[in-house]
């Protein structure tokens, strides 16, 4: 078998310190200095020009702490490990509205029962949203792009069972408030008559 060689694609300097001759060893060692020292050679370097300005050196160590809220900060801007560090996102008007559509998605169907969750306090914190992207093999069965809208709110504006139900729903609690009003008013009516 021959001796094959991976090459890794990168050409790396070594300098053999032991097995160096004693009057070269002064010359070598300068062009090592020399090679480290230079910006061109290192440009990621931990002192640059700001570092050597400034008139204190920052502390390195945080005192418990600090080191602790800046943890709890870090942590807070990700839902954690298991569910794969998912970020919180910025809350516009458009995903607030989409939120609370789908928290109050209970009273827009009158044939489907929604179990309260535990998120019908607020708002929740970390959420991702997305678009249903189509499969070749249902194009027929797909949403045309003129139904197609940008937000939840948007399509339930355009859905016509949830138009229907919302209106029928409207028109019943008009109709409680009436009679309730009524009633109060006739109430009224008496107790003035009594005395």
Sequence with gaps: MSNRIID??????????L???VRKAKSR???IVSALTTSQSIPQSVITDDFVKKSEVP????HQREAKRLRQIEQSKTKGKNWYNMPAPEITEEKKNDLLAIQMRGGL??????????????LPKYFQT???VDNP???YRRIPKKDRKKTILEELYNDTKVKKFSKKRYTEIKETNRRRFTALKHMKRLKNKKK
């Design 19 to 21: 097995n160096c001759d």
């Design 29 to 31: 060692s300068s062009n």
């Design 109 to 122: 169907y009158a044939d489907r029962f929604f179990k309260k969750g535990s998120d019908t306090k607020g």
């Design 59 to 62: 502390p390195y160590d945080i």
């Design 130 to 132: 997305g678009t249903v």
């Design 137 to 139: 093999a249902d194009f």
């Design 8 to 17: 890794p694609g990168v050409t790396i300097k070594t300098y053999d310190i």
